[in-house]
């Protein structure tokens, strides 16, 4: 069952992204953000998958004959610090915006208004 | 040991170092009213030093040193390095002359309409200094965080409806291109093994075969990033609305902002997928140079139809990206050289010219920025005069730098096989620009009503509003004055980077050029599942 773990996580990123993108493109600001952590999530697992798919395998130089890359956990960890950050700010923006326009549509107005 | 030789080894952290600190220090102090003239002298004073440190740099890259700081003395390619070449140090000493005018226009009072406005800047220009510092691609997207959280707050300084509705599109267009930012670098990771710039150059050339196609795509991703950062056409759209709704002195900092965006690409897509790089080689190429066309020509035309002079002066920059890209996208040193050139200079002028518009909207009543007859204003002579320089030095007329930037590209691109578009979009592009500066200052100074005369401010702009956006005026003429050690310069800086043995020997060390490509971990033993091992993955 080689293939599959692959197959797995390359078609669960896919999907994920996938709704990320569709949901960025609303026009409201929560679908918006929303999207944008989906999309977050997907990078986060794309990173990790980039150094390769192990199992069983320590991260540390040791006894054991297999190592796994340890530098896609850690690139992957500055990008989760950085994502958790950015989308804190932007769920503030978004709300800040709301009450300054009193609408949540990315535009400042209703459609047609 | 004395104190110089001491911190000496250290400058290239330096750089990034003291932004961080005095931001922290600005942010202890506060900004209370009382506070507030406290903290603009120590973020004047920062910005001095960092001006000072900047040109050291600089000074001692123009003899060809090549600085390279290990943190934590781990060796590269594992630990982060900070590299500081000509390139580097240009960028620094640009980065802190647009700066130190833009901190001193802002003391003038726009500092004090939100809260913490001299730390932001100081984060901003940390991330700035790191950008153009960092010798790891990571890192690279690190400091792009930095700069943009702090973009993300300065661009709704002075708050507003407006400023809100702008800042949210703003971060999230910036929010997807971070993660195809993150997509790219792990790309390179998962093929290369290594995300060291000096490593990269020495590993992309020796990827062959499917695992080359993997790498395109993701140099291209990462164009995609770039090109969003810079403003290259179709990726520019969120510039004009976003510069125009800023603060004026942030609008001018942002300036350089797209120029982050032009030397990420020059580093990624001109040095590691340059000339040399093998399978990967010039992966750009098709697409650089009729963007940046592009870009220029319906910048150019955003120009002349813009309603308020904010407007203007955003698609101007967008206009002047274009021209540099163009430059970059002929991949010769000559070319390279006139980018470098031409980009200092655009970045001193649009920076003056956002914070001139304002000085002139100020005192024009109520037809403010917009581009339609309105009360004359208080200092027509001044103010006149100084938008006549601006606008003859950006759409490129003798004797300006401009000029001698453009000269230098039009040379440059003489044999290359778009010789005749190059021409044709630069000229007409100069030409237009100073169309539409031409129609806006004869609307503002001479197409008057002055039956509204009087309903502006009559006091006329304090005299450190003035003297900010000349300081930025004088450092673009003197450009032209010191043309010739400039261009020195900035030749030396184009051809120090398709110097990839001597970056590598000065980055990796003697033993590191030949590092195994891979690194080659043991395979899993048969039965682990485990992926592509196969491949020789990391």
């Known amino acids: 069952m080689n293939v599959s773990m692959e197959f797995l996580v390359a078609s669960g990123i896919g999907w994920v992204t996938a709704c990320g993108v569709f949901l960025m493109l609303r026009g409201r600001s929560f679908p918006v953000v929303l999207g944008l952590t989906l999309i977050g999530y997907a990078v986060n697992v794309f990173i990790f998958a980039m150094g390769r798919l192990w199992t069983g395998a320590p991260p540390i130089i040791g006894n054991g004959e297999v190592i796994a890359d340890p530098l896609p956990q850690a690139l992957v960890l500055t990008a989760i610090v950085i994502g958790f950050a950015t989308t804190g700010f932007v769920i503030e923006l978004a709300l800040r915006s709301h009450h300054e326009s009193g609408t949540d549509h990315v535009d400042g107005k209703e459609p047609g208004a | ?538």
């Open chain 2, 1 to 538: 040991m004395s104190l110089a030789s001491l911190i000496s080894p250290h400058l290239p952290v330096l750089t990034v170092l003291l932004p961080a600190f005095t931001a922290m220090l600005l942010v202890l102090i506060g900004d209370s009213r009382e506070r507030l003239v406290l903290a603009r002298r120590i973020a004047l004073a920062s910005v001095s030093l960092g001006l000072l440190l900047a040109l050291k740099l600089a000074l001692d890259a123009h003899g060809g040193e090549l600085r390279v700081y290990r943190v934590g003395d781990w060796p590269a390619p594992f630990g982060i390095v900070l590299v500081v070449d000509r390139l580097s140090a240009l960028m620094l000493v640009l980065t802190q002359a647009v700066a130190l005018p833009v901190l001193l226009y802002a003391s003038g009072g726009w500092d004090s309409h939100g809260r913490h406005f001299h730390a932001l800047i100081q984060f901003q220009l940390m991330g700035l200094c790191g950008a153009f510092v960092t010798g790891d691609l990571f890192n690279l997207f690190v400091f792009f965080e930095v700069l943009l959280i702090a973009s993300y707050v300065l661009l709704v300084h002075g708050q507003g409806k407006e400023r809100f509705r702008v800042g949210v599109q703003y971060v999230a267009i910036n929010l997807a291109a971070s993660a195809l930012f993150l997509i790219g670098v792990s790309l390179i990771y998962a093929v290369t093994g290594t995300l060291n710039m000096a490593d990269l150059a020495q590993r992309v050339p020796r990827v062959t075969g499917d695992e080359a196609l993997v790498l395109q795509a993701a140099a291209l991703i990462l164009l995609v990033v770039f090109g969003v950062k810079a403003a290259m056409l179709p990726l520019y759209l969120w510039l004009p609305a976003t510069y125009a709704a800023a603060s004026a002195p942030v609008a001018a900092l942002f300036a350089l902002m797209t120029k982050v965006g032009v030397y990420s690409i020059v580093r990624v897509h001109g040095v590691i997928f340059g000339a040399d790089g093998g399978a990967s080689a010039l992966v750009a190429e098709p697409w650089l140079l009729p963007l940046a066309l592009g870009t220029s020509a319906l910048a150019v035309f955003g120009a002349l139809a813009a309603q308020t002079l904010p407007r203007l002066v955003a698609y101007l920059t967008i206009a002047s990206v274009g021209t540099i890209l163009a430059s970059l996208g002929l991949f010769s040193t000559a070319a390279w050289s006139a980018a470098l050139y031409y980009m200092a200079h655009s970045t001193l002028v649009i920076a003056a010219l956002f914070l001139l518009v304002e000085l002139v909207a100020s005192q024009r009543g109520d037809a403010d920025s917009r581009l339609e007859a309105g009360a004359p204003v208080a200092q027509p002579v001044l103010l006149g005069l100084m938008l006549l320089l601006a606008a003859a030095s950006a759409a490129g007329l003798p004797p300006l730098p401009g000029f001698i930037g453009k000269l230098m590209v039009l040379q440059a691109s003489s044999g290359h096989e778009a010789q005749v578009w190059i021409w044709i979009v630069v000229l007409s592009v100069g030409f237009l620009t100073l169309v539409g500066l031409a129609r806006a200052g004869s609307l503002l100074f001479w197409s008057t009503r002055p039956e509204l005369a009087g309903t502006g401010t009559a006091a006329g702009a304090s005299s450190k509003l003035v003297l900010a956006t000349i300081a930025l005026l004088v450092g673009g003429v003197a450009m032209t004055v010191l043309a010739d050690p400039l261009k020195r310069y900035t030749d030396a800086a184009a051809a120090q980077l398709t110097d990839h043995r001597a970056y590598a020997l000065g980055v990796l060390g003697g033993e590191g050029i030949d590092t195994t490509l891979p690194y080659v971990f043991p395979r899993p033993a048969a039965g682990v599942p485990a992926g592509q091992g196969t491949e020789g993955g990391p």
